[in-house]
């Protein structure tokens, strides 16, 4: 269909007309109406081409139909299978039309804007009744507000009642105020209201005609208060198509609970937002988001909220538990992220993937909850130097590990120096050094008779020396590594010597030395043995020779 500027002004007429006089309507006598107690029928006194009647219960249409002229316009209270509808408040809405016709050409042959745009509407009727029992009550007038047949005396069995509405095929306009509902009366205080709607089911309702698909066609209703016992006392914007409520307000609301200035920022319980969401409330602002399961996946809440005593997340599923905590007066920059997903504590431009930043002795602390033990490591003044990094436990009892920035590195009991590395490559230690020499930690063992090592040491160069980083003055005897590895082969390369290579060299020449002493004691031993027998025959000999 297309769409016609007509169209509001019709809605316009249609409400301005239920506002008029009972002499206008008595003037507009277009449909009659017969009540009986199973049915209404509607007696057209126009000429007309089609109508449309509509029945509805609150907001839903129960019955829509449209006839021809040649068709009766009734509308019964039981269904084609004899079952009556439900007892309640019902209305009623008749519209007739005329169709163009050939009168309805302009002078230059073509057809008017009415007529070329839209069937014209003849007539119109609303009103309300009631159904009871399965019938409609012919002896039942509406009270104040009351929602029964439509306003003046109910005829009697088979009469006739007259209708609401009056329709004006023109611009209708108001001088005054305009009161719509079947409670208003007449002299009507309006006040300072300009139209104003008065029973007690308040409706607005936006019912869009359009039949084409690339024309938006969706009805819409403004609705004050549930018309149900026990309701809210609300106003709300109804989606009717999609029957949803996408915007409510109960009664009661405070002041300022939705609120938007004029730069477009929404206040939420303020009149005076400064962002472009303030939230302002006397205890604990706060956002709630509520995964309620309904689109499958497991329901889950959060809170966003602050006060005097913190901003925090709070996790309302698992117990109302605070995983995350600001404080008032935090420090600047004292969480941030960077693009590269660096993390500062402390700093605005972290370059590390953790950078801790504090004026002095930035430290983090390992807390063992349940034991009470705690471990830190932090960067701090020692007495010698400035600026080390320190791992050990708080309270400073126990290992300590200590780097100083010079190169240095210490091992620390407490108060006690343990081990000590210098930036010299210097290593001191206050105990034994032991190194691994267990045949559980040896392979591929060889008997080290062929080494020659008393041959080997013969020819190795054993000097004084100093290392060229400490002063000439500090000394040290022993061979060069180079010399070592050509002569033995031992170590992983000839730059260093092992302390257990050197010990190991040592023993074995001590072992050949041990044999060798062993050999040259039995030759003394038989030398000796031989030596005495030379002197026992020595001895005889000189003893023969004195004898007489």
């Known amino acids: ?252 609301a405070p002041t300022s609970s939705l609120y938007i200035d004029s730069s477009g920022r929404l206040g939420l319980g303020t009149s005076s937002p400064v962002k472009d969401v303030d939230v302002v409330s006397g205890d604990t602002p706060a956002v709630r988001f509520n995964q309620d399961g309904t689109s499958g996946y497991t329901a889950q809440t959060w809170d966003v909220a602050g006060n005097e005593a913190n901003f925090f997340v709070r996790d309302v599923t698992a117990g109302s538990r605070l995983p995350f905590r600001i404080f008032p007066g935090s420090p600047q920059n004292s969480l941030a992220i960077a693009a590269s997903g660096n993390i500062g504590l402390g700093t605005y431009g972290p370059t590390a993937s953790l950078h801790l930043a504090r004026p002095a002795q930035p430290t983090i602390l390992l807390d063992h909850v349940t034991s009470g033990v705690q471990w830190r490591l932090r960067m701090t003044d020692f007495s010698t130097y400035t600026d080390g990094f320190e791992i050990g436990r708080s309270d400073g009892t126990g290992a300590s590990l200590r780097l100083y920035p010079a190169g240095n590195a210490a091992f620390y009991n407490g108060a006690d120096l343990r081990l000590a590395v210098t930036a010299a490559g210097n290593l001191w230690i206050a105990g034994t050094l032991t190194q691994s020499s267990s045949r559980a930690v040896k392979g591929h063992v060889v008997s080290a008779e062929s080494l020659n090592v008393l041959g080997h040491l013969k020819n190795l160069e054993v000097a004084l020396w100093s290392y060229k980083h400490d002063a000439p003055t500090v000394k040290h005897l022993g061979p060069f590594a180079e010399d070592f590895h050509a002569a033995f082969g031992l170590g992983e390369s000839s730059t260093g010597i092992a302390v257990s290579d050197v010990a190991g060299v040592a023993l074995v020449a001590v072992k050949e030395l041990q044999a060798e002493l062993e050999a040259k004691n039995a030759r003394i031993d038989e030398m000796s043995a031989r030596i005495a027998q030379l002197e026992a025959v020595v001895q005889k000999l000189a003893a023969d020779r004195i004898s007489p």
């Open 1 to 252: 269909m297309i769409r016609s500027p007509l169209l509001p002004v019709l809605t316009i007429l249609f409400v301005v007309a239920l506002s008029m006089s009972s002499s206008m309507l008595s003037a507009s006598n277009d449909v009659s109406l017969q009540v009986y107690p199973s049915e209404l029928l509607f007696i057209p006194n126009v000429s007309y081409h089609r109508a449309n009647l509509k029945i509805s219960v609150g907001n839903a249409a129960i019955s829509d139909v449209s006839v021809g002229s040649d068709k009766q316009i009734v509308f019964r209270t039981y269904d084609k299978n004899g079952k009556s509808i439900k007892d309640g408040s019902y209305r009623y809405e008749l519209t007739l039309f005329r169709f163009p016709s050939a009168s309805d050409l302009a002078a230059d042959g073509r057809p008017s804007v009415l007529s070329r745009r839209l069937p014209t509407v003849v007539a119109t009727m609303t009103g309300a009744f009631t159904v009871r029992d399965g019938e409609i009550p012919l002896d039942e007038e509406p009270g104040p507000g009351g929602r029964g047949p439509a306003s003046g005396d109910r005829a009697a069995r088979g009469g006739t009642a007259q209708p609401f509405d009056v329709v004006t095929s023109d611009d209708q306009i108001t001088i005054g105020s305009l009161c719509v509902g079947l409670d208003c009366v007449n002299n009507e205080n309006f006040d300072f209201d300009t139209i104003r709607l008065k029973e007690n089911n308040l409706r607005i309702k936006f019912d869009d005609t359009s039949s084409t698909g690339s024309f938006p066609s969706n009805d819409w209703q403004l609705t004050a208060n549930d018309s149900s016992s026990g309701g809210r006392s609300m106003f709300a914007i109804d989606d009717v198509t999609n029957a949803r409520t996408p915007f409510l307000v109960t009664a009661g």
